[in-house]
């Protein structure tokens, strides 16, 4: 059974930094496209960050370009997003999404809260 595990949220200060992280069990991370969203109560969800499975390509949302990084390390099924300078818009709630385009496979993993806040 596969299953995504994150870990790394808390309240920080604006301008801190945090580092998320999401490790895959049950199979590995290298055939699937990574992402990081995010959710605040009554919006939807949305897309943060994006790393391809293949070629390494990553994309972001306009609001967290040059703060946020999304990085994987395939030999310990973990993706990252570290987070810098934050805002205090970027109070949510940071899904990781594990996702094979190809044979319709996606995953979620349970959320981990970031609060930022003097």
């Known amino acids: 059974q596969v299953q995504l595990v994150e870990s790394g949220g808390g309240l920080v200060q604006p301008g801190g930094s945090l580092r998320l992280s999401c490790t895959m069990s049950?199979?590995?991370?290298?055939?699937?496209?990574m992402r990081w969203y995010r959710q605040v109560p009554g919006k939807e969800r949305e897309l943060v960050a994006a790393?391809?499975?293949?070629?390494?390509?990553?994309n972001y949302t306009d609001s967290v370009k040059s703060r946020f990084t999304i990085s994987r390390d395939n030999a310990k099924n973990t993706v990252y997003l570290q987070m810098n300078n934050l805002k205090p818009e970027d109070t949510a709630v940071y899904y990781c999404?594990?996702?094979?385009?190809?044979?319709?496979?996606?995953?979620w993993g349970q959320g981990t809260q970031v609060t930022v806040s003097s």
């Open positions: 999404n594990a996702v094979r385009l190809t044979r319709n496979i996606e995953y």
């Open positions: 049950g199979y590995t991370i290298n055939p699937y496209t």
């Open positions: 790393s391809a499975s293949v070629g390494g390509s990553t």
